[in-house]
């Protein structure tokens, strides 16, 4: 049987919601275990929470307790952006989403358009504020020629008080409407992962992420050769693992866990 080694790994992927804090309550003993992997190796954060901007998202976490520069963040939205910098240049876009989404777009160059009809391209993700009207001017963009890319489609999103529509119900929407996206950035597609690879000097096999979702988190990590190790303080449990098919490296409670021997190999990865 494996035997936990928190040293054989010489980099560390984050989720942040569900790992590192709920909402903006921090999960407790997690800024002490980030301090230990920060001490270890390098450490990415890589969310598919498209709502806010990276500056922001480093924010939050100081305020939690966690000391994380907006470098070192891979958002959904950030993600986006950028795969639209590199495969089509600065595009003309519509967003659905959160001002963070905006924002990411922005600071890659494109611009966002002032009429629907205007846009080469939707891109959507969480909106906590989405309204009908959003929607509508999602469907003349789209119906106007704009492709569509979605920043993930996580169907939800763990919060304090139990789970609340993700992306994913966005995308369902426009889905609903006729429009399938024609990429998918976010965990578990593989542009985030190579996002990160690249920013890393040690190769997938030394690579552990960590993450509180099976069908995105682990199924990625699993996809792109990286250990993967699910705690179970936000939406996958145990009784999951089996029921879904996807198997972590490694489980337990919680990331404070890792410097301890609370970690367990699962059996059929």
Known sequence: MKTWNLRHYAAFLLDVDGVLVHDSRPIQGAADAVRLLQQLGQVLVVTNNSTRSRQQHASRLSTAGFDIHPDDIISSAYAAAKH??????????????????????????????????????????????????????????????????????????????????????????????????????????????????????????????????????????NRRGIATLLVQTGVSQRSDVERQGIFPTWIAESIASVHTEAVLPVSGH
């Not at 369902?172 to 996206?181: H, I, T, V």
């Not at 965990?187 to 040690?202: M, Q, R, W």
């Open 84 to 221: 639209l910098q590199l495969h089509h240049g600065g595009v003309c876009v519509w967003p659905i989403g959160e001002q963070g989404l905006a924002d990411e777009l922005l600071a890659r160059g494109h611009t966002i358009a002032t009429k629907p009809y205007q846009a080469q391209w939707v891109v959507a993700g969480m909106d906590r504020f989405i309204t009908y009207q959003k929607l509508t001017d999602g469907l003349h963009a789209l119906n106007a020629g704009a492709r569509l890319i979605a920043t993930n489609q996580d169907s939800t999103y763990p919060t304090p008080e139990g789970l609340v529509p993700g992306a994913g119900a966005i995308i369902g929407a426009l889905r609903g409407m006729g429009f399938e996206p024609e990429l998918t950035i976010g965990k578990p597609e593989p542009f985030t992962y190579d996002v990160a690879l690249g920013l890393i000097k040690c190769k997938p096999d030394q690579v552990l992420m960590i993450g509180d979702r099976l069908e995105t988190d682990i199924l990625g990590g």
